[in-house]
Every structure is written in structure tokens, then in C-alpha cells.
């Protein structure tokens, strides 16, 4: 009989990019270096990150505040639509804005978005053959983030939608044989100072 061991995901969303998304803000570098100093003392194995440069820039920053964890990119860690749902599946009153808001993504993203999502589920996802418990960080983006979230708490699929992450914010979900997926932090900022947290969410929604 295969021995399983639990696993430790750890999520968190790139730090605040710029204008043109092409690299970090200045408040997103500071972002992924403080999130690193938080990760010292978890014993991480290593960091996933999606393709794109705030993605890879945030793993970097955060790998330099660790001991040689390496660092490996990783196409199920990008953005991309995870699911598209029905209408059926959503609110009445807010279906054609949910819709909407989806449409504006290129058709493409939205056609491979499920097979990389479930490519994700697969790779970081679910307890680990062996003894040794296993801590990884996936630096990503806040679709990605919402629907792992989601499938741990067995929710609705098109429930991805509507679960935010600040930028730089820690999620941590536990997979173990013996019980559900437990969210142990969810979009936990407590490493961030006032002015750092909440980037990434609507003004209206800071807090």
C-alpha cells in the first residue's frame, strides 16, 4: 500500500505591477520582499510561477529572502480563464455583467484556460506519495488563486468567480488522505504594512 503524506500549498498572488503590467511597481517589489521574510521559517522545498514577468519577478524577489529554494516556471501557474460557466450557473440579476466581463479575454485564453486549470489541480494539488510532508509556494495570479481556492472547498465551479487576492497576499491550503482540503489562510496580508495591503482590489473594497 502507497504511503501518502500531507502537502502544504502555499498561494500567493504576483506583487502590484505597473501601469503596462510588463514588470513590478515599485510597491510590488517591496511586496514580494516582504513576503519572502514571512516564508523564512516555512520549510519550502520550492517556487512555482506562472510565465509572465510580475509572476517571475515576485518568485525571484521572494527567493532571495530564502536558502536556496529554486525557483521553477510553470505554465499551469500563469492567467488564464479557468472556466467559463453557464448562465444557468450564475445570479440572475448579475449573469450578463459576469458574462461580460468574461467575453473581454481572447478567445484563446478562454479555450485553453480549463485544460491549464486542470493541469494545476493535477501538479499542486492533493496529498504526496511518500512520508515527508511537502511545502511549496505557487506565485500566481488571482484567477488561478480563486479557483484552487474553490476546489478546495468543493464549491460550485463558476464560484471561482468572486473570490479576490490582494497582491502579495498568503493562502494556505493543506491536502491530506484523511480529510477534506482544509483553507488554513486565506488572502492573509499581516506581512504587509497599511500601505501595502489591498492593492489589487477596487478602492472601494480597502480596508
Partial sequence: MTRTAARYLYLARHGEATEDETALSERGRRQAVLLGERLRKAPLTAIHHGPLPRAAQTARLVAEQLDGVPLRMSAPAGDYVPYVPRREELPERSADAMLGFLAQFPPEEREQGPGLAAEALARFTGPVEGDQPVHELV?????????????????????????????????????????????????????????????????????
Fill in 139 to 207: 506565485v500566481t495570479h488571482n484567477f488561478l488563486l480563486a479557483w484552487l481556492v474553490r476546489e478546495a472547498l468543493e464549491a460550485p465551479r463558476a464560484r471561482w468567480m468572486g473570490i479576490n487576492h490582494a497582491n502579495a497576499a498568503l493562502t494556505v491550503i493543506r491536502y491530506t488522505e484523511e480529510r477534506a482540503p482544509a483553507v488554513l489562510f486565506l488572502n492573509d496580508t499581516g506581512h504587509l504594512p497599511g500601505e501595502l495591503r489591498w492593492t489589487g482590489f477596487p478602492p472601494e473594497l480597502h480596508v
